[in-house]
Every structure is written in C-alpha cells, then in structure tokens.
C-alpha cells in the first residue's frame, strides 16, 4: 500500500512540473493611482507564454487593454470566437467578460504581450473561475 502510495506521488509530480513550467511569467512593470477616478488604479504588466503554455479559466474585474509583442496568441471570452493574434494586434476584456482561452498558439516558440489593466486599486490581477 506505501509503495502505491509513493509511486502514485512520484507520477503526480512528474505530471504537474511539466504543467507548472507552463505556468506564464507576469512583471509588473508600473502601477498608478487615478486621481481623477477614486478607488481606481491604471497597472501595466507583460505576460509571457512559454511555447505551449496558457492560462487558466479567469477574469479581471478590470478594463483590459492587450498589445502583442512577440510571438502569437489567442484568445477567446465566453460567448465569443477565438482570434489568434500577432504582433501589433490589440485585444479587449471588460470587467464582466470570462477569459475561457488564453494561449499560446505555438508549441515552440514564445509569445509575449502586454497588458494595461484600468482596475479597484488593491484588487488581484486575475480571478480564476471555477
């Protein structure tokens, strides 16, 4: 039975470290109070994607403003269509929208893109939904 155990955790671990390398790396790169909009904050970030990698099922409560920079993306929200972006492209999440697809679209090379987000200040970044 311990040894069942053991084998079980060992494959559950080789599992999930692919799955967290998969993981996208967000840096912030300014955040600032809005004055003229109290309670509210303007955050720009960059996410990237390594070959592959997504997000999961997830909103912002936020205006979300996305700039591709390298690589492709795509992206759907509930109720829409997919639409696979490249760079210079532009893609908008409002504060009721559900982010169901958010990927990479290649399987070897990165993508990256950057975010402006127009949100409560102190709230999270990314809600995930269940």
Known sequence: M???KIIMVALISLIAGPLRAQQP???SLMSQALRDMPGKEGLVITVEYAPGGSD???RHHAHAFVYVLEGAIVM???GGQPVTLTPGQTFYE???DVHI???NASSTQ???F???LVKAQGAPVLVPVP
Request: hydrophobic fraction near 40%; aromatic fraction near 0%; charge should be positive.
């Open 76 to 78: 759907q929200l509930q």
């Open 110 to 112: 990165p993508a990256k």
């Open 2 to 4: 311990l040894r069942k």
């Open 25 to 27: 790396t967000v840096t």
């Open 94 to 96: 409002g504060p009721n």
């Open 114 to 116: 950057l975010v402006v």
């Open 101 to 103: 697809v958010g990927r």
């Open 56 to 58: 999961p099922i997830h």
